[in-house]
Each structure stands twice: as structure tokens, then as C-alpha cells.
């Protein structure tokens, strides 16, 4: 590197005197130049800007050209114009010192570019010392050729000593000079440059100056043929309109958007031509952009023209003001773009993602089909029709025709599902929604179902021979509501379809073109997704609620013991049926068991877990086991279950683990009026005494089934005759703001009032504390208690005395010709003596007899062994042990339970009816 007036520090880059690709550093002195020889009256003026090592008298800051080329002033004995004596080379004389004047190099022409331009390193007097090889691609001279030797040998224009010396004078106040000058390539050829010369620097003893050059381009001018060709030939519109907004001019293709003569044109405003085409808007932008000299730009409008009447067209217009000399404004050009296109394009697709959202907001079939109709009138059609296949509509079988199912019938067998129309009612159907229909547009049939492809009809002519042949009563309606246009999609998802629906227009003048079939197929298929979707749903909703109804008792009765009621609703469907069950068990000795439960999760496999768990406990109650023991074994069978489930690929794959479960088990006895409660993370129950006060029970809660390791308690309470006891799920009280405390609450209030019908009072609740939309099962059970007289229950002490056992037969006997039951009394002495007698024989004492009689009469023997009898098919060769056998055929049934104190077995029969 070097400074503006210092010595460079070693050769150049490639060997003396050669500097490849551009010129020697410079420092902030030195600035890209140019030859020592300047053409007359090119040269422009203007200095440098101060900095180190330079004059304060350089060029204005930010020139583009880097530097002014005005001539260097004056020398003292030179006359002006003349070559000063002794200067061995001169050019003409320029402009004075100073003068002011852009060149080219920093004009139209750009900026010389020292990394690109040609560039040599000239002495004072004017020894070639560095050539790049841009100069050599220039000039076509080689380094060795130029380098050592004088520059006025390539220089193709008259000597002028003076002048140069008066540039190098100029150059040594630290001013640069540029102008255009005329070089002789190596064949001889002159060529004209952009020439800068930069301020001197001293390379080792000798004075020199950093020129750059560049070819001069010839430049393209515009003649007014061809400006007159591309206003009047361009794909815009283009018009010129006065201060009154009156046409002035407008080319060929302005003329040929709007339909209208250009001599019909001129002289006259938009708004008297072209009405339809937003004419007041228009020049209401118009005067804006007179009044605020603001450019209006890309301004979109659908508008009709002469030039295609029957079509709307989408244009893009932009308007700018023309100025004078004087810049006042002396009219508004507009220009304007055919955008139509590009304008159906984007409606499609803004239609398309609009439809996205308004079809198939439910999942429900019928619903969806009429979204689509409502979506596509107006803005897309007048009438929408659509129809569907009667198995999409149903809930039986697969729902549909497979494409692939063999071959389908020849006339399908559809539903109208939809309607929509511009005229209030639809008057232009011939079916209504749910008649039955079998229109596919003639004469396409079933192939439009097959193939999938939809059918385009621009002009639907009602004469025409299969439309008056096959659908005589539509093209009636063709003719009468002036139908011209048609477009039919079928419905297809999946590989299966679901039906046809039909776009028509009547009122909107502009038939269906090929762009609108693509609309319509976007639209159906989206549509037919939906359906589909909605289709599947409804089955597998129906399918489990018909499960879950199957499952759960057609009938409950609570015999002498309760009066029962209940209600159940399903979840709404976008939720799906849940797993909510309840049971009423009749048990021995009149007593009833009470269930209550609820499966975590939604869906088939909810309501066959559902199905399962209620199996169970049926199965635990007929065992007699306690409600806290009871829970615990189901607790087992819901940790089996899950565990199956987590083992069962398919089940992960599909979501279909069973997770856990809820559950409340009570067993009320109407002898002592006392109930048994257990539950497993199930809400309370309500008791609601017979004078109104409302109570939930503190029964502990216990874990949710499904958890294991954690136990169970069983809490008993007292319940007065005409108490009500309800059981429920949680979906009843939760409510709409997901209070469970508040919900119970509620719940209270309404059953404050057990004296009222308890179907009554069921479906009050429910009616009154269950949100809409639902999104969960709701399950209630309501009981009423009652209480078994005491005549209707009669106990003996039994002596450990087998002479006893006649005594105990003898009053069993008595007992039961006292309560009118004489039949039983022959079938009531063998029961009581062969269990009495097994109690005398294998028991330990206390032994005690009972008889109830309710909706059965039932014969109990209690002792304090913990140990069961077993029934034995006695062989034919055994003396005895066909005792239990004969009371188990004579008995309605039999069995066994544990208390606290021992085990009381059982034996009931039924009561034959009165004559």
C-alpha cells in the first residue's frame, strides 16, 4: 500500500509495471483515473473531498463519478488554447478550470469501476510504468508492448501539451479529472472511453497518475414508432382523461375490455359508457388522485362489459396523475389488467377453505348434506339438490354401495337430502327432503355414479328428446323457473359412494363454465368426507347405544323391600355413549342390592366393559358377599381386564385399553331397615328422610376400580320407612360449570319432596340439572324403602336336640296354613327338617329358624359355624346325603351367607299365585 504522496511498498502483484485486474492501490490520495488526454467539452468540474494527503479542494462529497473533471487552470506563458512550450504531447483545449458539467462516466454511463475498468499507471511524462489486463483485453496490447513506452502512441486524437499539462497541475492539488477521449486499439481501430485520472503519487522517483478507462455503449434510444406500438399494442389497458374525467385517449386493448368504440369513447366519462363496471367508484379514485396528486395502485373490481356480456370479469386498475412542465396537474392516466383468472383462482380456493368451516360442523348425515346446499346458494348456484343412497341413510349393514361390491342395480334407489334455492320453498324441486328419488341427468344414469366424473351441461334444453322421455316433470320445472345450466358431482369417499348433488343456476345469467366444475368437485368432495364421516359415526354411535341399552336391565323391581325408578340418557353424540350403568339385585331374605357405575371412556368399548362389570357384580351379589368385599373382587376383575388390554396390540393400537372404573354397591334389608354401602371413588348417595331433610351419607370413598392395592369400607345407616335413597353418576351433577359440590346441592333441592310419584321425581331431576349439549352419560336411581311388617316375619331358638327337629316342623307347619299358604305346607315341613337337622348335626349353636314371607316365602337357618354345606349327588348304593339335593329341587332356590356371628342358609319358594 502507499499514501496520496508516498512511495508504494514493493512491486506490483505480477512483476514489474503489470497490475492484473485493476489499478495500484492508492490510498485516499489516489482515485481511480484515466489517460492524460480529455476531448473537448467533456470534462466535467467539481472537487474532491478533503482527506489525508489531498486538498480540501476535491470533489463534492458522494459524487458518483468519485471526482470532477474540469480542466487544470492556467499556467503562467501559456496563451490560452495554445500547447505550453517544451510539452511533448497535447489535446485540445477544454472547458476553463472549474466549469461545472456531469460526464458520462458519472452519469447515464455509471461509475467507473476500478476493479474491472482498464487501468495504467502513467508518468508525468508520460512513460507507461503499470498495465493491467483489463487494459490489455481493451486495447489488445500485452503488458510487455505497452509497459516502458510513451502513452501518445495510444491516444487516437490531435497532441495538445499544454492541455495535459494542465490536467497534471490539476491532478497535483489533489483533484482527479475525468472526460471522454478517443484510444487506438491494437488493429488500428479507435475507440471511445470514459477516462479518470486520479491525483498524483510518486512511485520511487517519478511523478505518476492512476488512469482508468471504459468502452463507451452506444445508447438505445425510443423513437416514437415504437413508443406509439407499445402503448397501442400493450396487454394493459391504458386511457388518458382530462380534468373533467372525460376520455382524451386510450389504446387498442382498453378498447377491447370494455366492448365500447374508441370514437364512442372519447369525449365522454366512464360512467355514461360502462354502468356495470363500478363507473362511480372508479371516478371517485379518479378525482382523489387530481385533487391529492397521490398514485391509486392494483385497485381489483367484477364488473360487467359489452365486450363479454354474459361474464363477469375481474380487473386490476391502477391511476396516476399527468403533470405539466409547470407541475400542475392536467389529467389522470388509468391503466387496467385482465385479472379474471387470477381472481377465479383465489375465489376458488377462498371458498374452498370457507366451506372447510361451514360443512360438516356436526356429525350428522342429514345436516351435513343441507350445510353443503346453504354453502353453495347464492354465491355459487341458484337450486343445489343432494341426494343420497338410501344405505348412506341407514344403520344397518355397511351404510353403502362399494364401487367394488359387484355390480350395482340399474337404477339406484335414493333419498333427497338436501335443498336449497334462491326462490323462498324451492318451487323447482320436484321431490322434497326425504322423498325418494332416482334423478341422475339424462343420459348418463349410472355410469355418473360409476365413473365419478362430474357432468357439465352449459345449456340445459328441456325439449331435447331423453329430457322430455326420462324426466318429463323436471324439464317442466326447466322451462317454468327458466333452469339453464347444470353441473352434477357425485359423492364419493373412500371407494365408496354416497350420492349425487346437483348445482343449478336459473337466476344468475352466466352459465357453468369448466372453472366451476372444479369448484363443485372441490366442494362435493369435501362434503362427501364429511358425510362419510358422520355416516360411520352414526352407525358405531348406534351400535353402542344399542349395546349399551341391551345391556342394562329392561325392568327393575325392588319386590316388598323398594319402590324403584331411574333414568338414563346417553351422552350427546359428538361425544359418544359412555360406559354409566345401574342395577337393582334382588338378594335372600328380602333384601336388595343397589348398583351404581360408571367406565371411564366413550364408545363401543365403554359399553362392553360396562357390560362386563354389571355381569360381575351380579355374579358377587348372587354370591352374597358384603358391599366392601364385593368391590374388591371387582377391583380384581377391572385390574384383569386392563391387563389383558395392555398385552393386546390391536387394543393399543386403537385406543381401546380399558383404564378404570367407578362404582357404589348397597344392600338394604326392609327387616331391619338398615343399608350397606361401599363405594370406589363414586360420588355419594342422597337421603332424603321422609320429613324433607336431604343427607349425603359420609361413606368413604374408596379408589376407583382399576388401581388395586388399596381397600374398601363398608358404612351401614338406618333408613326410615318412605326414605328415599338415590344413586347417580357424575354426569348428572356436573352441570354446565363443572361444580360437583353445587351439582349435589341441586340435587337435593329437587328431591326434597318424597312424598311426590318417584317416576315424577326421576325425570324432574334429570330434566333440571343435566346441560345441553350433554357431554356426558347421566345415570339415576331413585328408591323409595319400606318395610316388612312384623307379621310377616316369625324366629324360633332351635334346641341342639335332634327331638327338636319335630318341634321346629310342627310350628313352620302352623306358621305357614296361618298365612294362607297351605300348598307350601308340605314342601315348607321337608325344608325346615332337613336344615335344621344338617344344623343340629354339623353346626355349632346358637341354631335359630325364620320365615319371611314377601314376593316369596323364605325359610333361613342361622348357627355360628363359619363352614358351608355342600350339595352331593348322592350315588344309588349311599344311604344318605341327598338331603340339600331334594331341597334344592323342591326350592326355588337356595343358598348361603356369611354374617358376623356364623353363616344362615336359605331356602325360597315361590308363592302360587291367588285363584
Not at 361 to 386: H, K, S, W, Y
Not at 600 to 615: C, D, W
Amino acid at each position: 500500500m502507499e499514501s496520496a504522496r508516498g512511495t508504494p511498498q514493493g512491486p506490483p502483484p505480477d512483476g514489474p509495471g503489470h497490475f492484473p485486474g485493476g489499478p495500484t492501490p492508492g490510498g485516499p490520495g489516489g482515485v481511480p483515473g484515466g489517460l492524460l488526454r480529455g476531448e473537448t467539452g467533456e470534462v466535467s468540474g467539481g472537487p474532491l473531498p478533503a482527506g489525508p494527503g489531498r486538498s480540501a479542494g476535491g470533489p463534492a462529497s458522494g459524487r458518483a463519478d468519485g471526482g470532477s473533471g474540469g480542466s487544470a487552470p492556467g499556467e503562467p506563458g501559456r496563451p490560452p488554447g495554445g500547447p505550453a512550450a517544451g510539452e511533448p504531447v497535447g489535446v485540445p483545449a477544454g472547458p476553463p478550470a472549474g466549469a461545472s458539467g456531469e460526464s458520462a462516466a458519472g452519469g447515464a454511463d455509471g461509475v467507473l469501476d476500478a476493479s474491472t475498468d482498464a487501468a495504467a499507471v502513467v508518468t508525468v511524462g508520460g512513460i507507461v510504468m503499470g498495465w493491467t489486463r483489463a487494459a490489455e483485453a481493451l486495447l489488445g496490447r500485452p503488458a510487455d508492448e505497452v509497459v516502458g513506452g510513451s502513452a501518445a502512441r495510444l491516444v487516437a486524437m490531435p497532441a495538445d501539451p499544454a492541455r495535459v499539462a494542465g490536467v497534471a497541475e490539476h491532478c497535483r492539488a489533489g483533484m482527479g479529472w475525468n472526460g471522454h477521449v478517443s484510444v487506438r486499439h491494437r488493429d488500428g481501430r479507435p475507440l471511445d472511453v470514459d477516462l479518470r485520472v486520479s491525483a498524483s503519487f510518486r512511485l520511487g522517483d517519478d511523478e505518476c497518475f492512476l488512469l482508468s478507462a471504459r468502452e463507451r455503449r452506444t445508447r438505445w434510444t425510443v423513437g416514437q414508432s415504437v413508443l406509439d406500438g407499445f402503448l397501442t399494442r400493450s396487454p394493459i389497458g391504458m386511457a388518458v382523461m382530462d380534468l373533467d374525467l372525460r376520455y382524451v385517449w386510450l389504446n387498442d386493448t382498453l378498447e377491447r375490455f370494455g366492448g365500447v368504440p374508441r370514437e364512442q369513447r372519447l369525449g365522454h366519462r366512464l360512467s355514461e359508457l360502462l354502468p356495470g363496471l363500478q363507473a362511480e367508484t372508479l371516478e371517485g379514485l379518479m378525482r382523489k388522485v387530481l385533487e391529492t396528486g397521490a398514485p391509486v395502485t392494483d385497485y381489483e373490481y367484477v364488473g360487467w362489459s359489452w365486450a363479454d356480456p354474459h361474464r363477469q370479469h375481474a380487473y386490476s386498475t391502477s391511476f396516476f396523475p399527468l403533470v405539466d412542465a409547470r407541475e400542475a396537474v392536467t389529467g389522470v392516466c388509468y391503466m387496467v389488467l385482465d385479472v379474471t383468472e387470477r381472481w377465479n383462482a383465489r375465489r376458488l380456493l377462498s371458498m374452498v377453505n370457507e366451506a372447510g368451516t361451514r360443512v360438516g360442523t356436526t356429525l350428522n348425515v342429514m345436516r351435513t348434506a343441507q350445510e353443503l346446499a346453504d354453502f353453495a346458494v347464492p354465491g355459487f348456484a341458484d337450486f343445489v339438490i343432494v341426494d343420497l343412497l338410501e344405505p348412506v341413510l341407514s344403520t344397518e349393514g355397511h351404510g353403502a354401495w362399494l364401487t367394488d361390491a359387484g355390480p350395482a342395480p340399474a337404477r339406484p334407489v335414493m333419498r333427497r337430502a338436501a335443498l336449497r334455492s334462491v326462490r323462498e320453498g324451492c318451487p323447482e324441486a320436484v321431490a322434497q327432503i326425504g322423498d325418494r328419488v332416482g334423478f341422475l341427468p339424462p343420459p348418463h344414469g349410472m355410469r355418473l355414479l360409476m365413473a365419478g366424473d362430474a357432468v357439465l351441461i352449459p345449456v340445459l334444453d328441456p325439449s331435447e328428446g331423453l329430457w322430455a322421455a326420462e324426466e318429463p316433470a323436471r324439464a317442466e320445472r326447466i322451462r317454468e323457473f327458466g333452469l339453464h345450466s347444470l353441473i352434477s358431482v357425485p359423492m364419493r369417499a373412500r371407494n365408496t359412494v354416497l350420492g349425487v348433488t346437483t348445482f343449478i343456476r336459473s337466476l344468475n345469467p352466466v352459465s357453468f363454465q369448466s372453472d366451476d366444475v372444479l369448484l363443485a368437485r372441490e366442494l362435493v368432495a369435501r362434503a362427501a368426507l364429511c358425510v362419510d364421516n358422520a355416516r360411520r359415526y352414526t352407525r358405531e354411535h348406534t351400535a353402542a347405544v344399542t349395546l349399551q341399552r341391551s345391556l342394562l336391565p329392561d325392568v327393575l323391581t325392588g319386590g316388598s323391600a323398594l319402590e324403584v325408578a331411574s333414568s338414563y340418557l346417553p351422552a350427546d353424540p359428538t361425544d359418544g355413549v359412555g360406559g354409566d350403568w345401574f342395577d337393582v339385585i334382588p338378594l335372600s331374605g328380602a333384601r336388595v342390592g343397589l348398583v351404581v357405575g360408571d367406565v371411564v371412556g366413550h364408545g363401543i368399548t365403554a359399553a362392553a366393559t360396562m357390560g362386563r362389570l354389571r355381569t360381575a357384580v351380579q355374579t358377587l351379589a348372587d354370591m352374597e358377599m358384603p358391599p366392601d368385599e364385593l368391590l374388591a373382587h371387582l377391583d380384581d376383575l377391572v385390574l384383569r381386564l386392563s391387563a389383558e388390554g395392555s398385552d393386546d396390540e390391536a387394543a393399543r393400537t386403537t385406543a381401546a385399553t380399558f383404564l378404570g372404573a367407578t362404582c357404589l354397591y348397597a344392600v338394604y334389608d326392609p327387616v331391619t331397615r338398615r343399608c350397606s354401602i361401599a363405594r370406589a371413588g363414586h360420588p355419594p348417595p342422597v337421603v332424603v328422610a321422609p320429613d324433607g331433610r336431604v343427607t349425603f351419607p359420609e361413606v368413604p370413598a374408596g379408589p376407583p376400580l382399576g388401581l388395586g392395592g388399596m381397600g374398601f369400607e363398608t358404612t351401614e345407616i338406618e333408613l326410615a320407612e318412605n326414605s328415599l335413597l338415590g344413586l347417580y353418576t357424575d354426569g348428572l351433577i356436573e352441570g354446565a360449570d363443572r361444580d360437583m359440590e353445587r351439582g349435589m346441592t341441586r340435587l337435593g333441592e329437587l328431591l326434597a319432596h318424597p312424598d311426590g310419584d318417584l317416576d315424577t321425581l326421576c325425570s324432574t331431576a334429570v330434566r333440571h340439572l343435566v346441560p345441553a349439549p350433554r357431554p356426558d352419560d347421566v345415570a339415576l336411581l331413585l328408591v323409595r324403602t319400606r318395610a316388612l311388617a312384623a307379621d310377616d316375619v316369625v324366629s324360633w331358638e332351635v334346641p341342639v336336640d335332634p327331638a327338636a327337629v319335630a318341634d321346629a316342623r310342627a310350628r313352620a307347619i302352623r306358621q305357614v296354613e296361618a298365612w294362607g299358604l297351605g300348598d307350601l305346607a308340605m314342601t315348607t315341613e321337608l325344608v325346615v327338617s332337613e336344615l335344621v337337622t344338617n344344623a343340629i348335626r354339623h353346626a355349632v349353636p346358637p341354631i335359630r329358624l325364620r320365615l319371611l314371607r314377601d314376593a316369596r316365602l323364605t325359610c333361613e337357618v342361622c348357627d355360628a359355624s363359619s363352614t358351608a354345606p355342600r350339595l352331593r349327588h348322592a350315588r344309588s348304593t349311599d344311604e344318605g346325603g341327598r338331603g340339600l339335593f331334594l331341597v334344592a329341587q323342591l326350592a326355588h332356590r337356595w343358598g348361603a351367607r356369611y354374617t358376623p356371628d356364623g353363616k344362615i342358609i336359605w331356602a325360597e319358594q315361590e308363592i302360587p299365585a291367588p285363584p
